[in-house]
């Protein structure tokens, strides 16, 4: 059995952890996270050790795989150690926010035959599954368009705003991986266009809250994506795929299907999820069980560190366009 460490008892951590500890084919040995009283009652929830110091959780006996729910800036730093110790890594998005440092430690993961996966939940979200199983069939024929809305249902905090890197690399970046695996094809040029339509504010910081991206691949494929940080109605998450011989449509999930009619309204439904801890919940499931499954018939990973450099790249040629207003070539 597979022997896994959690690095993080913070919001994504808690959903990592108890999807390992209820996943049979697996072990959770331990959650590590400098939050004492966090970890120690996550920790006393799921059955499992709690530790404080997460490179040090990671050279444990009883620890033979990763899972990376730390803050962004300490991924690299934690990924690179497992690696060396030989441990195949599941780490949260983004890979980081510094290319440089990104590039250099993707390098050395290949150099040394790391695995690291990185966490694109969405990729494993059954309706995408199923999209791109539809697509692969050739269904819909050759790609030509997709279309990509996510909204968040409500701007989040400023400290966290603050330290997110962004709403390119912080948000957008889930959108930029989906629009490589939907496109079939790696995006050759961006085009971007940013607002401050909700919080002014934001102008301190240097970033936005509502943004449009539009993707062009090198055979002419073109990607649409639309974010905003807020959305009154809920958690906005939708992806349109047109092809030359048809087209698949993903719309917003809720809660249940039921309609309702009423003396003075028709057709009400429940509103749409509030956001990604329920409407992703099935995603992170199954995201794990890719990795787990991967890892121990030593295929290779659905993910790589290198696509964590990808979006990251493609969020910087985006911050880049709207800076110069105009359209980015994506160098290698
Ligand atoms: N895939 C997704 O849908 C998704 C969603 C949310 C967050 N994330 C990513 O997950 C990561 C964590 O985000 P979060 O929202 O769970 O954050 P969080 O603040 O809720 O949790 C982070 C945890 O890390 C701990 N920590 C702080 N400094 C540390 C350090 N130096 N070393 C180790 N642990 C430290 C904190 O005590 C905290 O418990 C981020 O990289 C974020 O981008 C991904």
Redesign the pocket.
């Known amino acids: 059995m597979l022997r896994i460490a959690v ?7 808690n959903i990592h952890a108890a999807n390992v500890a209820a996943n049979p084919d697996v072990i959770l040995s331990v959650i590590a ?3 004492r009283e ?1 970890v120690d009652k996550l920790a006393a929830r799921l059955g499992c050790t709690a530790a404080y110091d ?1 490179a040090a959780a990671l050279e444990r006996d009883d620890v033979d795989a990763v899972v990376i ?4 800036d ?2 690299i730093d934690l990924m690179l150690r497992a690696v060396k110790l030989g441990k195949p890594v599941l780490c ?3 890979i980081d926010l510094d290319y440089a440092k990104a590039v250099r430690a993707v390098e050395e993961i290949e150099r040394q035959n790391g695995k690291v996966m990185l ?1 694109f ?1 969405r990729r494993f979200d059954p309706d995408t599954l199923a999209m791109r199983k539809s697509i692969a069939a050739g269904t819909i024929g050759d790609v030509r368009q997709v279309v990509i809305t996510s909204r968040d249902p409500g701007l989040a905090p400023v400290e966290y705003l603050t330290h997110s890197g962004g709403i390119f690399r ?1 948000m957008t970046i ?1 959108d930029f991986d989906t629009a490589r695996t939907l496109l079939g094809e790696e995006p050759v040029e961006v085009m971007a266009i940013a607002s401050r339509l909700v919080e002014p504010a934001l102008a301190q910081i240097d970033d936005y809250d509502s943004v449009m991206v539009l993707l062009r691949t090198a055979s002419g494929k073109q990607c649409h994506i639309n974010c905003c940080r807020e959305a009154v109605y809920g958690y906005d998450q939708r992806l349109e795929v047109f092809g030359s011989k048809g087209m698949l449509l993903n719309e917003n999930h809720r809660p249940s299907t039921v309609r309702s009619w009423t003396a003075t309204q028709t057709e009400i439904r429940e509103p749409l999820m509030n956001f ?1 801890l329920e409407r ?1 919940a099935d995603s992170y499931r199954i995201e794990l069980e890719h990795f787990i499954a991967a890892v121990v018939a030593g295929e290779n990973l659905p993910s790589t560190a290198r696509d964590g450099l990808k979006a990251l790249h493609l969020a910087n040629c985006a911050i880049e366009s709207i800076k110069t207003g105009r359209a980015v070539a994506v160098q290698a």
């Open positions: 690095l993080g008892a913070g919001r994504i951590a996270d400098p939050w966090g997460c729910g730390t803050p962004t300490t991924h949260e998005k983004p966490g939940n912080d889930h990604f992703y």
